[in-house]
């Protein structure tokens, strides 16, 4: 059966602002409804690594912590810490990092949580007998959490031709340790020119893995892979970002493993999330950089659904429809696959028919402009 997708274009009406397309678009879902009085609601978002500038604006959270306050809900701003070392690795400096890119309580009135702890080894370990995956990490402030309403910035991405709700659910709200078992069949090793030796990763192991090498004039660490169990907390608490994941995930396992995260991050949310989708700034790579590239196509609109499947699938379809802009990193017509010309070896596709495969929602949709 097609699930609705509603559209809002960026058009302004009546001299409105354009944060108001927003109450327009949620008007459908009747929140107040939706959700228990008092509901603990998270807003899933990217709050942008520092020099990108790609993410998308605080003022949009705000203005969905407003109207889920006024519904007499408690929203709070939410993200999980990353697998590399980067301005979002540990709480810390994600919530340093949010601040500077605008997320502070004055702009949106609504409080920030890391949703996977300190380090990102605090999530609920869920059991899903899917076909690539059976068990999953999820981060445990969005798990616990009474509703979910992902503010997604639609955008390309160098293993998933795209990255939208599928992406922003599946990965963004897994906890470190279903991050590496995403991207990564191995354990991660030590580059042994950073290391120093100073025996933090040892520390905070919980199996024991890392191991001194013996010999050679300098004290240094390596990890034994047949005792680590990949919970990727090393990664986090070296100093000198020594320890390196092996991107080594192949694009159709990891769009699939993706996929299934984002069933076992919505498994005990049923008629209680929400989906929006930015198609703006369509930027060719993913938020995580310390930069962004000029954006592929115009800015078309913004979607809602309470299907993540249909809502990625409308999303590529509208970027796909147009022509890209001139001086983009890539130059197709309309019609033309966007994603494919960015990331040819791509196909981008499997995750969306992996999703419908495995139940989340389905492919066909009906596009509602409002
Ligand atoms: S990934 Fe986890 S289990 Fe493996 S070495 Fe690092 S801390 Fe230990
Ligand atoms: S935490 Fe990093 S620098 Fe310290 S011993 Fe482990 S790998 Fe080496």
Known sequence: MASKVYFVDFRIENKKSLLDKLEKLLAPF???KKFRKDALVAIKIHFGELGNL?????????RLAQILKKADLKPFLTDTN?????????AVVHLETAVRNGFDFAVV???LIIAD??????????????PVLKEFYVAKEIYRADGLIALTHFKGHELSGFGGVIKNIGMGCAARKGKLQQHSTIAPKVNKKQCI?????????PVGAPEWVEGGKKKRMRINEKKCIGCGECIAVCPQGAIKVQWNEQAIPFMKKMAEYACAVLSNKAGRAIFISFVQNVSPACDCYHFND???????????????VAIDQAAVELVNAEPTLPGAKV??????????????????SVQLKHAEEIGLGSREYELVHL
Not at 197 to 205: K, N, R
Not at 331 to 346: M, N, Q, S, V, W
């Open 109 to 111: 009135g609504a409080p």
């Open 54 to 62: 790609a993410y998308l604006r605080p003022q949009w959270a705000a």
């Open 294 to 308: 000029y954006p592929i196509v115009r800015d078309i609109g913004i979607l809602a659904s309470e299907d993540p």
């Open 331 to 348: 130059t197709a017509d309309p019609g033309e696959d966007k994603f494919r010309a960015l990331y040819p070896e791509i196909d981008w």
């Open 30 to 32: 009747e929140i107040s």
């Open 117 to 130: 702890g300190l380090r990102g080894n605090t999530y609920e370990r869920i059991e899903l007998d899917l």
């Open 82 to 90: 990353t697998l590399y070392k980067g301005s979002r690795s540990d």
């Open 197 to 205: 030796g100073c025996g933090s990763c040892l520390e905070y192991c």
